[in-house]
């Protein structure tokens, strides 16, 4: 499975993004699709995932003020980011579990608010 994520950038404090995301390759088996994110010297973090039943689940930190969500037709995951915060600075990445729930992972795409 190959990822390709689009949609990081610049914006203020207060501000919305959306990130989007488009797995190719053997998208048969797609078990969960979401994101994670990581700053220097940290872990990548889970921001939020959706399964293929559509059940969703994210870090307390963004709790009402992101959203993910899916395409399966088109084997898309999209965030919705709002009310962006500068502790939401990070390279925010693309996440696909795959059968036997293998991860496969996206380039990465930056996010930057300023305050």
């Known amino acids: 499975v190959q990822l390709q994520a689009s949609g990081g950038g610049l914006v203020r404090s207060g501000g919305s993004l959306r990130l989007s995301c488009v797995a190719s390759?053997?998208?048969?088996?797609?078990?969960?699709m979401g994101w994670y994110r990581q700053v220097p010297g940290a872990q990548r973090e889970l921001v939020a995932v959706?399964?293929?039943?559509?059940?969703?689940n994210y870090a307390d930190s963004v709790k009402g003020r992101f959203t993910v969500s899916r395409d399966a037709a088109k084997n898309m995951v999209f965030l919705q980011m709002n009310n962006l915060k500068p502790e939401d600075t990070a390279v925010y990445y693309c996440?696909?579990?795959?059968?036997?729930?293998?991860?496969?992972w996206g380039q990465g795409t930056l996010v930057t608010v300023s305050s």
């Open positions: 996440n696909v579990k795959g059968e036997y729930f293998v991860d496969y």
């Open positions: 390759g053997d998208t048969r088996n797609i078990n969960v």
């Open positions: 959706v399964t293929k039943i559509d059940a969703t």
